[in-house]
């Protein structure tokens, strides 16, 4: 170990909290990051990791995207910052056509006007995203002539974020019991993951909204994938029928499609595979290319117009950096990137292949349940022991060994690789996969 690295590492460990990391964690390797490009990163000592989760699923386009640099370098040299209150600027206009013309319906003359996707406010992360997402729906019921709706309808195992509204949504017990007392009440529905079959979920989703009619203000759902609560694929089934049921109880419909938006899960949107529109839209994380925190949250015209009137009626909401110049800069070329360099297409091509790897290992190991994949996804189950088991961690450490950053959730081991990821290294992540799970579990 060079000095320099034992240095960083003791101050580290003086100084440095650690996300989702227990304090005076010593008992796992700390790797000290030096560089990263494309799917992979290097440590202080030069030794190469593939990011198998795409550093929390923000570098969907690899890590230091060359045009996503210069963007971010040109609109630096312009503007870097400016409030958003009473003021625009060139990127955020710009962003919010483009960004609008990506979502779901937009091209569709039989959607009704007032239920297109057209409306964006810019906030921070995807947590924020969630945060005005939940705010827009409660004000708008709150200064609405026709009725009164408080309550949000949220699925289990979904994650949505760490503000305590967001959290307030969220359905993963081992992530909101300790904040219990702060948390808003809501009408909790059963995951559709469920590997009984989405239509008992329907079912009971449906019971709810009959039972709360009229103080319903939105039903929040990650789209095909819960991704935090393990990777749980179901079926666009769900989503259609669950729009309609929305729109029989007149309530809106929230997609968070902070992990599965921008061709996660091999459609630009996870909504377009059930061919719905939601009435608003969340989207972060690789929105800003793995450069920083920065969010939008699409709403549609109803919505927007529920605002309509004096300043009483204004949306009471704003971050600093809402509408930041460089992030709205970076999102537009991320955007560019998509639409130039084919990136859905690359999805399509590494899809099957993660999808076959998961079957093999799930076939060498028949202990192992669930092999699952879509888009840029894969994963296995260990074992049934949820968020705290120590398997995934097991698995985790012999990753390292084999050059992976394979961060499991609880005892669920997955791959949300770099889309753009090339042919030698997606083999060898997904060999280094089964090796580590072989590695650790049935050595
Ligand atoms: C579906 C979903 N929504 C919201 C969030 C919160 O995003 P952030 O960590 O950027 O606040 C996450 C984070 O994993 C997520 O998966």
Same mark, same amino acid.
């Given at each position: ?186 009408? @909790?529905?059963?995951? &559709? %993951?469920?590997? =009984?079959?989405?239509?008992? !979920?329907?079912?009971?989703?449906? *019971?709810? /909204? ?21 990777? @749980?694929?179901?079926? &666009? %089934?769900?989503? =259609?029928?669950?729009?309609? !049921?929305?729109?029989?109880?007149? *309530?809106? /419909? ?190």
């Amino acid at each position: 170990m060079s000095a320099d690295r034992a240095l960083l590492l003791a101050l580290d460990r003086a100084h440095v909290w650690h996300p989702y990391t227990p304090a005076h964690d010593d008992s796992r390797p700390l790797l000290v990051v030096a560089r990263a490009e494309g799917a992979r990163f290097w440590d202080h000592d030069g030794r190469s990791f593939i990011d198998a989760n795409s550093s929390w699923w923000v570098a969907s386009l690899g890590h230091r995207h060359p045009r996503i640099l210069a963007a971010l370098e040109r609109q630096a040299a312009q503007l870097a910052h400016i409030a958003l209150g009473g003021l625009t600027h060139e990127p955020a206009v710009l962003l919010a056509k483009e960004l609008v013309e990506t979502m779901p319906g937009h091209s569709d003359a039989r959607l009704p006007s007032d239920r297109q996707l057209s409306r964006v406010f810019y906030s921070d992360d995807g947590s924020t995203s969630v945060e005005v997402a939940i705010k827009l729906c409660a004000q708008y019921w709150a200064q609405s002539t026709s009725a009164r709706r408080t309550r949000f309808i949220a699925l289990s195992g979904a994650f949505h974020g760490e503000t305590v509204g967001a959290t307030s949504v969220g359905g993963i017990d081992a992530f909101r019991s300790v904040y219990g007392p702060l948390l808003f009440d809501v009408v @909790r529905a059963p995951s &559709p %993951a469920d590997p =009984r079959g989405w239509e008992r !979920a329907f079912e009971a989703i449906v *019971t709810e /909204l009959q039972k709360c009619r009229d103080t319903i203000a939105a039903v929040i759902v990650e789209p095909i994938v819960q991704g935090a609560g393990g990777m @749980r694929i179901y079926d &666009p %089934a769900y989503l =259609r029928a669950l729009r309609e !049921a929305c729109d029989q109880a007149d *309530t809106f /419909l929230v997609a968070d499609e902070v992990f599965t938006g921008l061709g996660r899960t091999g459609t630009f949107w996870a909504c377009e595979q059930a061919s719905i529109v939601p009435d608003v839209l969340c989207s972060a994380k690789a929105l800003s290319g793995a450069l920083f925190p920065f969010a939008a949250t699409i709403s549609n015209e109803r919505i927007y117009d529920g605002f309509r009137g004096g300043r009483d009626r204004a949306f009471l909401y704003g971050h600093s950096y809402c509408g930041n110049p460089l992030g709205c800069a970076v999102a537009r070329e991320v955007l560019a990137v998509y639409r130039d360099e084919a990136v859905l297409d690359r999805v399509q091509a590494i899809a099957p292949r993660i999808e076959a790897a998961f079957h093999a290992i799930a076939a060498e190991h028949p202990s192992l349940s669930r092999p699952r994949a879509i888009g840029a996804i894969g994963a296995i189950d260990l074992g049934d022991q949820g968020y705290l088991d120590d398997r995934g961690w097991r698995v985790y450490e012999a990753g390292l060994e084999h050059g992976l950053y394979l961060r499991p959730l609880g005892d669920t081991v997955y791959v949300a690789p770099p889309l753009v990821i090339d042919d030698s290294t997606l083999d060898a992540l997904l060999h280094g996969v089964s090796s580590s799970i072989r590695a650790a579990l049935f050595g």
